[in-house]
Every structure is written in structure tokens, then in C-alpha cells.
């Protein structure tokens, strides 16, 4: 009982809002102590954890540069790329979007999925392509591109955030692989979605121009 008293320093610790940093280490000396390793045991311990996990620390590191760019305006930059297309229409908006997700997938970068970008920013854009040819937009044509910019978010980032190294989707191949006796490296891992997220990417683009113009034909033409 006595060694699960690093559990209860932890509880203690973040309940007190004490120094994150501190309690983790107070507490996992206090479970060394408490379960008999010396001190050089606890130190090979803490070293072997490491190595073993260095790709998750590589996506906590990463998460940091992340977090610095989305704050000095990554979101306005990507929103500002895509309303330069020319002769917009929701299918190349949600097209250009899934390239340029597809792009910052595959280096970690999240820009708040559907609720934080989708629906704020390549809505408006992906309706207003829509509604500068119309006087007004079909509510079940603007239905239908809800779902289209959601799943190009989904598919864009479902296929690319395997391309970065140390992210959470390649860790979680990587460990699942290594639980059925696969010992597989990230690299080799990202080599291999290359063609399987570029193929993904590309035929949702065709599919939702395709789908766009055919909606247009369905709600506006006679």
C-alpha cells in the first residue's frame, strides 16, 4: 500500500496547483524509495523510460512549436491562402483546403478541426463562391457543403498526420504494430502513407469538384 503513496503526492500536488515539474518528481522518487530501488536504479529507470518513449517526446516538444505559431496568426495566414483562388467555387475552396491541410497534417499542425476552422472560415468562403453566383443559397446545397468541408478536415487529417514523425497517430501505429511483434520505425512508417495520403487527398479533390458542379446543376438549373 505504503508504494502507492506517488499516486497520492500526485492527487495532493495538482489539487494544490503546486509545481507540475516538482510533484512528478517528488512523487516518483517518493515510489522509488517506497518500493526499494537505490538511487542509481531509480536514475536507470527514469533513463530507460526515456529512451524507450523518445518519440513521444518528440511530439511533446513539437506540440510547443505548434502552439507558438497558431498564436502569432497560422490560422489568419491559412485562411488569407485560400481566398486567393481564382473563380472560386465551394469545390475549390474545400479542394485547396484539403491540399493545404493535407500539408500542415503532415507536420503536426492542427488548426482546430471543424469547429475551429471549418466552420468559421472555409464555410463563409466555400458559401460566399456559392452565393456570388446566386442570389441565394439552397439551404440543403449549404447542408451538403457542411459535409463536404467536414469530411475533406477528416480525411486531409486522418491520412497526413501519419506522415509526421513522433505524432500521435505514427505512436500509435508504432505501438500497436510492436504489440503484434512488428518492430517498426517512424520513418519507414511516414515513407509508406506517402502515396496512401496523396491518393486520398487527390480523390477527394476530383470528388467534391465533381459533386460541387452536379449541386449546382441540381439546386440552381432548371
Not at 176 to 193: F, I, N, R
Amino acid at each position: 500500500m505504503i508504494k502507492l503513496l506517488g499516486i497520492l503526492i500526485i492527487i495532493l500536488g495538482f489539487s494544490l496547483k503546486l509545481d507540475s515539474i516538482l510533484i512528478i518528481m517528488l512523487s516518483a522518487i517518493v515510489t522509488a524509495v517506497a518500493g526499494g530501488l537505490s538511487p542509481a536504479e531509480l536514475l536507470t529507470t527514469l533513463g530507460e523510460t526515456f529512451v524507450n518513449n523518445r518519440s513521444m517526446a518528440i511530439f511533446i516538444l513539437i506540440m510547443f512549436v505548434t502552439g507558438t505559431l497558431e498564436r502569432n496568426g497560422l490560422k489568419e495566414a491559412a485562411a488569407k491562402l485560400i481566398s486567393k483562388i481564382k473563380n472560386p467555387s465551394s469545390g475549390k475552396v474545400i479542394a485547396a483546403y484539403g491540399v493545404m491541410r493535407g500539408i500542415f497534417g503532415a507536420f503536426n499542425v492542427s488548426f482546430g478541426g471543424v469547429a475551429g476552422f471549418v466552420q468559421p472560415i472555409i464555410m463563409p468562403m466555400a458559401t460566399g463562391a456559392v452565393e456570388a453566383s446566386v442570389n441565394e443559397i439552397n439551404e440543403e446545397h449549404k447542408e451538403e457543403i457542411k459535409g463536404m468541408a467536414s469530411a475533406m478536415e477528416n480525411i486531409a487529417w486522418f491520412f497526413c498526420q501519419v506522415l509526421f514523425v513522433g505524432g500521435s497517430g505514427g505512436l500509435l501505429i508504432q505501438g500497436t504494430m510492436a504489440g503484434l511483434g512488428y518492430d517498426v520505425e517512424l520513418g519507414a512508417l511516414a515513407k509508406v502513407a506517402i502515396p496512401t495520403a496523396t491518393v486520398a487527398i487527390v480523390m477527394s479533390m476530383i470528388y467534391f469538384i465533381v459533386k460541387d458542379k452536379l449541386l449546382m446543376k441540381k439546386y440552381y438549373k432548371k
